[in-house]
């Protein structure tokens, strides 16, 4: 089982963060990936200095195998840096395998001079190597399928490109077969075909493989970091498929690369994003790179991205002059007002002096004046203090006596009408027994008269009616009167029911009827228990029992304002 190295590890945690914070670390990329262009001539330095070493080994080897082995790592240290010298190798290659008649080694370096080739835009010259190859090996097939892809790409026939695109298909399957399925270009091949087909999910797992048996910062690093880029790029995440990016070309530049693919995809984001200036310098850089490098396709790619950079910076200079231009043009007016302004404040300052010896003089004058309304205002201020509170208390009168005689009101007239029917009830009722009378109904007379479902259910009507008329005037007393109890003692209600015995004794006193034996009367219960019930309720009480009842009669008022009190 295949480990996940440290770094790996730290990488995933750092993937978990939000995207706010991988912002933040793209922007120090950019930064650090500025400093590593300036330092990029030291990298290619050092990787002078080792072809250096090479090359004197070179000259000091004495055997065919050991040139072989040594021009082959010449080859490896110069195809990312300059394609002419790594294909002049791999020809030297091809020479000594087949002066040691070692024919497999010589087809395998003919197929990567003709990998080289295509990589390159020699596609007739990859095209001729590949046809003299005897030995087809999972390198010759990737070599054929390269060539294959790069002229599909950039044919212009419709006809061709299906003709290309086909043969491309046949050679990466025999490539797929012949080579093992941890070679970079398998996983490549197999995380492209997946991408291509909307597979995200699947192409994404294969990157993460590659990526975590890759060193980082290492030359393959950039490969595995770029088609991450495209991982994310199909999953329209910017944000991650910049870092990517950005990342891949990281480490182009401190391995020495000249063959600067990366970089260049890079300068082209950050255009269509808008920051000219870095793609401006990425694509200067990563076109001096591929001059080094002898790549006719990146010289290719770069000149049309070179021509629009050009193109927008034009634009954004002529929006520059036409601003400053309009820019001169309010100064100049802006001036213009200055010096009217100037002399304007000048002669404003002489009146004003003149004003300020004639407001002494005032002043003096309103000095002694002042003194005496300060004593006025403050006999003021008390005068109308007192009318203040004279008038907050008449307001609070006026509303009590409203109130007053609307409750007289309304009582008076619930009082009269139902008068008016006990009248009627009474009337019926010596109709019915003057009836029973004359028919000799002794037992029925009795049996009706004896009851007390007739006073039971004539003190229901006469509850009911109180009720009504009381939440009628005091919609809120419920909801005020539970709002004055320890939240463990308030009154919850029954279904359909309006009041209880102990909300309509404390109605009455809300009414002004606050003697138990009156209170008692008419709810026909004896003195002693209303008072228990005066006292239960008081007992509960939130803060002072003594005031519970005096709070009870202000239901209804409105509040004094703090700030008049204060006034």
């Given at each position: 089982?295949?480990?996940?190295r440290?770094?790996?590890?730290?990488?995933?945690c750092?993937?978990?963060?939000?995207?706010?914070?991988?912002?933040?670390?793209?922007?120090?990329?950019?930064?650090?990936?500025?400093?590593?262009?300036?330092?990029?001539?030291?990298?290619v330095?050092?990787?002078?200095?080792?072809?250096?070493?090479?090359?004197?080994?070179?000259?000091?080897?004495?055997?065919?195998?050991?040139?072989?082995?040594?021009?082959?790592?010449?080859?490896?240290?110069?195809?990312?840096f300059?394609?002419?010298?790594?294909?002049?190798?791999?020809r030297?290659?091809?020479?000594?395998?087949?002066?040691?008649?070692?024919?497999?080694?010589a087809?395998?370096?003919?197929?990567?001079?003709?990998?080289?080739?295509?990589?390159?835009?020699?596609?007739?010259?990859?095209?001729?190597?590949?046809?003299?190859?005897?030995?087809?090996?999972?390198?010759?097939?990737?070599?054929?399928?390269?060539v294959?892809?790069?002229?599909?790409?950039?044919?212009?026939?419709?006809?061709?490109?299906?003709?290309?695109?086909?043969?491309a298909?046949?050679?990466?399957?025999?490539?797929?077969?012949?080579?093992?399925?941890?070679?970079?270009?398998?996983?490549?091949?197999?995380?492209?075909?997946?991408?291509?087909?909307?597979?995200?999910?699947?192409?994404m797992?294969?990157?993460?493989?590659?990526?975590?048996?890759t060193?980082?910062?290492?030359?393959?690093?950039?490969l595995?970091?770029?088609?991450?880029?495209?991982?994310f790029?199909?999953q329209?995440d910017?944000?991650?498929m910049?870092?990517?990016?950005?990342?891949?070309?990281?480490?182009d530049?401190?391995n020495?690369?000249?063959?600067?693919?990366?970089?260049?995809e890079?300068?082209?984001?950050?255009?269509?994003?808008?920051?000219?200036?870095r793609?401006?310098?990425?694509i200067?850089?990563t076109?001096?790179?591929?001059?080094?490098?002898?790549?006719?396709?990146?010289?290719?790619?770069?000149?049309?991205?070179l021509?629009?950079i050009?193109?927008d910076?034009?634009?954004a200079?002529?929006?520059?002059?036409?601003?400053?231009r309009?820019?001169?043009?309010?100064?100049?007016v802006?001036?213009?007002?200055?010096?009217?302004?100037v002399?304007?404040?000048n002669?404003?300052?002489?009146?004003?002096?003149?004003?300020?010896?004639?407001?002494?003089?005032?002043?003096?004058?309103l000095?002694?004046?002042?003194?005496?309304?300060?004593?006025?205002?403050?006999?003021?201020k008390?005068?109308?203090?007192?009318?203040?509170?004279?008038?907050?208390q008449?307001?609070?009168l006026?509303?009590q006596?409203?109130?007053?005689?609307?409750?007289?009101?309304e009582?008076?007239?619930?009082?009269?009408?139902?008068?008016?029917?006990?009248?009627?009830?009474?009337?019926?009722?010596?109709?019915?027994?003057?009836?029973?009378?004359?028919?000799?109904?002794?037992?029925?007379?009795?049996?009706?008269?004896?009851?007390?479902?007739?006073?039971?259910?004539?003190?229901?009507e006469?509850?009911?009616?109180?009720?009504?008329?009381?939440?009628?005037?005091?919609?809120?007393?419920?909801?005020?009167?539970?709002g004055?109890?320890?939240p463990?003692?308030?009154?919850?209600?029954?279904?359909?029911e309006?009041?209880?015995?102990?909300?309509?004794?404390f109605?009455?006193?809300?009414l002004?009827v606050?003697?138990?034996?009156?209170?008692?009367?008419?709810?026909?219960?004896?003195?002693?228990t209303?008072?228990?019930?005066?006292?239960?309720?008081?007992n509960s009480?939130?803060?002072?029992?003594?005031?519970?009842?005096?709070?009870?009669?202000?239901?209804?008022?409105?509040?004094?304002?703090?700030?008049?009190?204060?006034?």
């Amino acid at each position: 089982m295949k480990t996940i190295r440290p770094w790996m590890a730290s990488l995933c945690c750092f993937l978990c963060f939000p995207l706010g914070v991988l912002a933040q670390n793209l922007d120090s990329l950019y930064r650090c990936l500025d400093r590593e262009i300036v330092l990029f001539p030291q990298y290619v330095a050092r990787h002078g200095q080792v072809v250096v070493q090479l090359q004197e080994k070179l000259k000091k080897a004495t055997d065919d195998a050991t040139r072989y082995e040594l021009n082959y790592q010449l080859y490896e240290k110069y195809f990312p840096f300059k394609n002419d010298s790594a294909i002049f190798y791999l020809r030297n290659c091809v020479q000594l395998a087949r002066q040691m008649g070692q024919s497999e080694k010589a087809d395998l370096c003919s197929s990567l001079m003709a990998l080289r080739c295509s990589n390159t835009g020699m596609y007739d010259e990859a095209l001729n190597i590949l046809s003299d190859i005897k030995t087809h090996s999972g390198t010759y097939y990737r070599a054929y399928a390269h060539v294959y892809n790069e002229l599909a790409y950039y044919t212009h026939l419709d006809e061709m490109r299906e003709k290309y695109r086909q043969k491309a298909d046949n050679y990466e399957q025999l490539m797929l077969n012949a080579l093992p399925k941890d070679d970079d270009a398998v996983m490549l091949t197999r995380e492209m075909k997946l991408l291509n087909s909307q597979q995200l999910k699947e192409s994404m797992k294969i990157n993460d493989e590659w990526l975590a048996t890759t060193e980082r910062g290492s030359h393959r690093y950039a490969l595995v970091a770029l088609y991450r880029y495209l991982e994310f790029m199909a999953q329209k995440d910017s944000t991650q498929m910049m870092y990517w990016l950005a990342e891949s070309a990281l480490s182009d530049v401190r391995n020495g690369v000249m063959d600067q693919g990366s970089m260049w995809e890079l300068a082209n984001q950050l255009m269509l994003q808008g920051d000219l200036d870095r793609s401006y310098r990425y694509i200067n850089f990563t076109s001096k790179c591929a001059n080094t490098y002898g790549s006719r396709q990146r010289s290719w790619q770069i000149a049309p991205l070179l021509s629009n950079i050009a193109s927008d910076y034009k634009t954004a200079n002529e929006r520059a002059m036409s601003r400053l231009r309009q820019l001169l043009m309010v100064i100049s007016v802006l001036a213009l007002c200055l010096v009217a302004l100037v002399f304007y404040v000048n002669s404003q300052r002489k009146r004003l002096s003149v004003a300020q010896k004639q407001l002494k003089v005032s002043n003096s004058r309103l000095a002694h004046s002042n003194n005496m309304l300060e004593s006025a205002n403050d006999q003021m201020k008390a005068t109308n203090a007192e009318l203040s509170e004279a008038n907050l208390q008449l307001s609070m009168l006026n509303v009590q006596l409203n109130e007053s005689n609307r409750v007289k009101e309304e009582y008076v007239g619930r009082f009269l009408r139902l008068c008016s029917l006990y009248i009627d009830k009474m009337d019926n009722f010596r109709k019915r027994v003057n009836k029973m009378v004359k028919n000799h109904e002794y037992e029925d007379l009795y049996q009706a008269t004896r009851s007390q479902e007739f006073k039971d259910k004539e003190l229901e009507e006469l509850y009911e009616s109180f009720d009504a008329a009381f939440l009628h005037l005091f919609p809120n007393f419920v909801e005020s009167f539970n709002g004055l109890l320890i939240p463990e003692e308030r009154i919850t209600l029954q279904k359909n029911e309006r009041m209880n015995t102990v909300l309509r004794i404390f109605a009455l006193i809300r009414l002004g009827v606050d003697d138990s034996s009156k209170i008692a009367e008419f709810l026909h219960y004896s003195v002693n228990t209303i008072y228990n019930y005066r006292a239960r309720v008081k007992n509960s009480a939130i803060g002072n029992r003594e005031d519970f009842e005096r709070k009870v009669r202000e239901i209804g008022y409105p509040k004094k304002n703090e700030n008049d009190k204060n006034n």
